[in-house]
């Protein structure tokens, strides 16, 4: 524990906490996949080099995150229209674990990274841009990819394109 951290107990915070923004929640039950941008993007027909799909398994799909944290973020996703990691069947879990393995192999062999951070955001209070829909992300990560930008502008600095990072992925992982 942090030195001088103090805990404060306010048990009847609980109740607060659990009625709070009840209203601004998502409910992931009524979110219909024609809405899912994931969903949307499993059907569309268009080729990987649109969609940015890296490699697709019979359960799950390799993508490009289109808001990367840095060059050669990606994310594995089930294509089941899912919310959790407890509601997939034993036959995608196995396939999501799997895809997460090839993503960091090819990120790694790709992008030559420092470290990979993969991660895993269920429900909008945990982080998820897309509660509904479960995503794995796998971000390769650099000693020195943080700069002021970031601190100061709120922004970051992705040096080369979706395309060229695409390419470098794709060719990483057929050759895993």
């Known amino acids: 524990m942090a030195e001088g951290l103090q805990h404060l107990w306010a048990g009847w915070r609980g109740e607060y906490i659990a009625d709070a923004n009840t209203t601004a ?14 969903c949307r993007i499993f059907t569309s027909k268009l080729p990987d080099t649109e969609t940015f799909v890296v490699s697709t ?4 799909v390799g ?19 899912v919310a959790n990691l407890g509601d997939l069947s034993n036959d995608e879990s196995r396939e999501l674990w799997a895809m997460i393995n090839r993503a960091d192999a090819a990120v790694r ?12 955001n269920q ?15 796998i971000v390769p990560r650099w000693s020195a990819d943080t700069n002021f930008m970031t601190a100061i502008a709120d922004t970051r600095i992705i040096p080369e394109s979706l395309s060229r990072t695409h390419s470098r992925l794709v060719e990483a992982w057929n050759t895993l």
């Open 109 to 120: 062999k790709a992008f030559n990274p420092d470290g990979v951070n993969v991660g895993i």
């Open 63 to 81: 993508i490009l995150n289109l808001y990367p944290y840095t060059s050669g973020h990606m994310m594995v996703i089930p294509k089941s229209h």
């Open 123 to 137: 429900g909008r209070a945990a982080g998820a841009g897309i509660p509904a829909h479960l995503h794995v992300h």
């Open 57 to 60: 398994g019979s359960l799950c």
């Open 25 to 38: 929640r998502t409910d992931v039950s009524t979110h219909v996949p024609e809405e899912c941008v994931f």
